[in-house]
C-alpha cells in the first residue's frame, strides 16, 4: 500500500498490519486517549489520570457436562445439573479474584449458556502487569 498522507503525517502500511513490525525507535513516544472503564477517577473527582500498568487478561471456555433428567422425577441424589456446577464455578472464581490479596485482581464470567445437559462458560481473568 502506498503512503498516505493524513493531517498528523504520512502513514506507511508496512505489509499486513496484523503481522508488521515497525523498526525499533520508530516513535519517540505514544499517547492514547481513553475513557475511564471504572468509577475510581469519577468517584474521587479526579479529571485525568495516568496509566502505570495494564491489564494482562487471560480468557477461557470451560464446557460442564451433567445429565439431563426430567424435573419432577429425578430426585436429587440422583441429580447432577451441569448449571449447579457451573454456579459453584463462578462463585468460586469470584471468591479466588476477592481473596487474591490483590485489590487489582479481577475475574468474571461474561457468559453462561445453559441447556439441559451441560453449561459453557466464559471466564476472563484480568491481573495487572
Request: net charge positive; with cysteine.
Amino acid at each position: 500500500m502506498a503512503p498516505r498522507s493524513t493531517k498528523f503525517g504520512t502513514v506507511h502500511v508496512l505489509g499486513r498490519t496484523r503481522t508488521s513490525k515497525l523498526p525499533t525507535g520508530y516513535y519517540k513516544a505514544f499517547i492514547e486517549l481513553h475513557i475511564e472503564q471504572g468509577p475510581l477517577l469519577e468517584r474521587r473527582q479526579i479529571p485525568l489520570g495516568i496509566v502505570t500498568k495494564i491489564a494482562a487478561p487471560a480468557s477461557l471456555r470451560v464446557l460442564i457436562e451433567g445429565s439431563g433428567g426430567h424435573a419432577g422425577g429425578v430426585l436429587m441424589p440422583d441429580r447432577h445439573d451441569a448449571l449447579c456446577a457451573a454456579a459453584e464455578l463462578i462463585l468460586a472464581i469470584e471468591s479466588a479474584a476477592r481473596g487474591s490479596g490483590a485489590i487489582d485482581t479481577v475475574a468474571t464470567v461474561g457468559i453462561c449458556e445453559v441447556f439441559p445437559v451441560r453449561s459453557t462458560a466464559f471466564l476472563a481473568v484480568f491481573a495487572l502487569a
